[in-house]
């Protein structure tokens, strides 16, 4: 299949980047309510930022356990990301494996040359070799796309509001206008409110990049059933998983193919469409390629 521009998704990360640069403009002027010094605030946001940017790649694949495998270790995972990232007109991204029960995958870097695919070891031993292929060309539509780098740069501004909303407490006092302090509980109101809208711009992003690189993972493979068969694999294991391997691998949910979901909750706030309805779409474009 011919590789096409998804103009949809990048409309959605354009319009999201906009939405989310203009509110934390909002919220960085709201702070100078309790911060007085507003660069210093700046400057340790830019390098909170800048180390996530540089280091994503290190710090996704450190949070899940992962390492960077070599071809003599693993090489016929190494071949198939090889030959994959040439049908996709990529460079080839950094392998990794991570020794997890959970079978998932995920994709991470801020380019396309400095990227990274991981695959656990509980996917490998759940998945034949077509639908390990579908998975991993699925990663790399997430890399061609280049929306991992989008989602990363959201994800920080987010983080940055919610640290403020989880230990704002432990500062007192506030800077002085008109005589009288602004107390604690503003800044902590505000970034609850900047976390609130920001979680949710992040969440509808995410639940279409993925209709977006399923679809473009069918199109480097050419098969579509080989990766709607993964998608029902890997998700009827989810529930064989020991819940705390499920826990601790949560907060990677926005990158992994398949999300984990904890409780009722996890499913609202779902970085992922359902299962279903990426089957529903898979085997629609079977048929369109049928039907050829």
Request: net charge neutral.
């Given at each position: 299949?011919?590789w096409?521009?998804?103009?949809?998704?990048?409309?959605r990360?354009?319009?999201?980047?906009f939405?989310?640069?203009?509110?934390?403009?909002?919220?960085?002027?709201?702070?100078?309510?309790y911060?007085s010094?507003?660069?210093?605030?700046?400057?340790?946001?830019?390098l909170?930022?800048?180390?996530?940017?540089?280091?994503?790649?290190?710090l996704?694949?450190y949070?899940?356990?992962?390492?960077?495998?070599?071809?003599?270790?693993?090489?016929?995972?190494?071949?198939?990301?090889?030959?994959?990232?040439?049908?996709?007109?990529?460079?080839?991204?950094?392998v990794?494996?991570?020794?997890?029960r959970?079978?998932?995958?995920?994709?991470?870097?801020?380019?396309?040359?400095?990227?990274?695919?991981?695959?656990?070891?509980?996917?490998?031993?759940?998945?034949?070799?077509?639908e390990?292929?579908?998975?991993?060309?699925?990663?790399?539509a997430h890399?061609?796309?280049?929306?991992?780098?989008?989602?990363?740069?959201?994800?920080?501004?987010?983080t940055?509001?919610?640290?403020?909303?989880?230990?704002?407490?432990?500062?007192?006092?506030?800077?002085e206008r008109?005589?009288?302090?602004?107390?604690?509980i503003?800044?902590?109101?505000?970034?609850?409110?900047v976390?609130?809208?920001?979680?949710l711009?992040?969440?509808?992003?995410?639940?279409?990049?993925?209709?977006a690189?399923?679809?473009?993972?069918?199109?480097?493979?050419?098969?579509?059933?080989a990766?709607?068969?993964?998608?029902?694999?890997?998700?009827?294991?989810?529930d064989?998983v020991?819940?705390?391997?499920?826990?601790?691998?949560?907060?990677?949910n926005?990158?992994?193919?398949i999300?984990?979901?904890?409780?009722w909750?996890?499913?609202l706030?779902?970085?992922?469409?359902?299962?279903?309805?990426r089957?529903?779409?898979?085997?629609?474009?079977?048929?369109?390629l049928?039907?050829?």
């Amino acid at each position: 299949m011919e590789w096409q521009t998804d103009w949809g998704l990048r409309g959605r990360m354009a319009l999201t980047m906009f939405l989310l640069f203009a509110l934390y403009i909002v919220f960085l002027g709201a702070l100078t309510l309790y911060f007085s010094n507003l660069a210093l605030i700046v400057v340790v946001m830019g390098l909170f930022l800048g180390a996530q940017f540089f280091f994503s790649d290190k710090l996704a694949l450190y949070s899940m356990g992962a390492r960077t495998v070599e071809p003599e270790e693993y090489p016929e995972l190494h071949r198939t990301v090889d030959r994959l990232a040439q049908q996709a007109d990529l460079p080839k991204p950094k392998v990794a494996v991570a020794d997890s029960r959970v079978p998932n995958a995920f994709a991470t870097g801020r380019s396309k040359s400095s990227s990274a695919v991981c695959v656990t070891t509980g996917i490998m031993n759940t998945l034949d070799q077509d639908e390990l292929e579908g998975v991993i060309a699925h990663e790399l539509a997430h890399i061609k796309n280049r929306d991992v780098m989008v989602m990363t740069i959201a994800s920080f501004l987010s983080t940055i509001a919610f640290l403020i909303v989880r230990w704002g407490w432990l500062f007192s006092g506030g800077r002085e206008r008109g005589g009288q302090q602004v107390p604690v509980i503003v800044a902590i109101l505000i970034s609850l409110v900047v976390w609130v809208v920001s979680f949710l711009l992040i969440r509808t992003l995410s639940r279409y990049r993925e209709y977006a690189a399923d679809r473009g993972g069918a199109m480097i493979t050419g098969k579509p059933a080989a990766l709607a068969n993964a998608l029902m694999k890997i998700d009827g294991r989810m529930d064989k998983v020991p819940k705390e391997d499920m826990r601790d691998q949560a907060e990677m949910n926005a990158f992994f193919i398949i999300p984990i979901d904890v409780g009722w909750i996890g499913r609202l706030a779902s970085t992922h469409p359902s299962t279903e309805k990426r089957i529903d779409r898979l085997q629609d474009l079977e048929r369109e390629l049928e039907s050829r």
